[in-house]
């Protein structure tokens, strides 16, 4: 088994920066993908950025220009920057890690998730 370990969230002003760092317990457990999620009160988990083993990335449009993913296959882990901060980016991130395994079923998708890092912002 392996587990995702989450860090650097904090009370930030608007407009400030913060960076969001994730590792994983073994650096040998490669995930397919490697990125971070946020759930604010009342609201469901949405996806943040994303990258995958071979580099491509994803963003969710509110935070694109502003938040950049970083990822290193060797040491296991997956950073976020956060730019601009604004009084909606306030959440809960998690760090995420997802598997792809081949069955005879087909594909099966295994998630692995952070304990989650709180983010505050300040208007």
């Known amino acids: 088994q392996v587990q995702l370990v989450d860090s650097g969230g904090d009370l930030v002003q608007a407009g400030g920066s913060l960076r969001l760092s994730c590792a994983a317990s073994?650096?040998?457990?490669?995930?397919?993908?490697m990125g971070w999620y946020r759930q604010a009160p009342g609201k469901q988990r949405e996806l943040v950025a994303v990258?995958?083993?071979?580099?491509?990335?994803n963003y969710a449009d509110p935070v694109k220009g502003r938040f950049t993913i970083s990822r290193d296959n060797a040491k296991n882990t997956v950073n976020l920057q956060m730019d601009s901060l604004e009084a909606e980016d306030a959440a809960g991130y998690y760090c995420?890690?997802?598997?792809?395994?081949?069955?005879?079923?087909?594909?099966?998708?295994?998630?692995?998730w952070g304990q989650g890092t709180q983010v505050t912002v300040s208007s």
């Open positions: 990258a995958t083993s071979g580099g491509s990335t």
């Open positions: 073994r650096s040998s457990f490669i995930f397919d993908r």
């Open positions: 995420n890690g997802l598997r792809l395994v081949g069955t005879a079923q087909g594909i099966k998708e295994y998630d692995y």
